[in-house]
């Protein structure tokens, strides 16, 4: 199994990125799929997840912000990030879920300059 996200970067406040997780080796329709963030000297915590059926939550602080996609076709979730604030810098972590099966990928950094 594997996962990986990509589209990470520099950015300045108030541009976007979009954060790419696709997963091979698993069934991908059948797994929720989320996004979290760390940044540096903080836990990690929920940004936004997909379920299976298509279903989509977000944490408060970036809702009206943030959408997240999914793409079963492709194995692929989207995350596109808008109106970006120097607080949403951390590495960006996507997991896939399913029952007790839990994987996830190694990070990609988003780095919001002011």
């Known amino acids: 199994v594997q996962v990986v996200e990509s589209g990470g970067g520099l950015v300045q406040a108030g541009g976007s990125l979009r954060l790419s997780c696709v997963a091979s080796?698993?069934?991908?329709?059948?797994?929720?799929i989320a996004w979290y963030r760390q940044a540096p000297g903080k836990q990690r915590e929920w940004v936004a997840s997909?379920?299976?059926?298509?279903?989509?939550n977000c944490t408060d602080s970036v809702k009206g912000r943030f959408t997240i996609s999914r793409d079963n076709a492709k194995n692929t979730v989207n995350l596109q990030m808008n109106g970006l604030k120097p607080e949403d810098t951390a590495v960006y972590y996507c997991?896939?879920?399913?029952?007790?099966?839990?994987?996830w990928g190694q990070g990609t950094q988003v780095t919001v300059s002011s």
């Open positions: 997909v379920s299976s059926t298509g279903s989509t």
């Open positions: 080796g698993i069934s991908f329709s059948n797994y929720a």
């Open positions: 997991n896939a879920k399913l029952l007790w099966s839990l994987y």
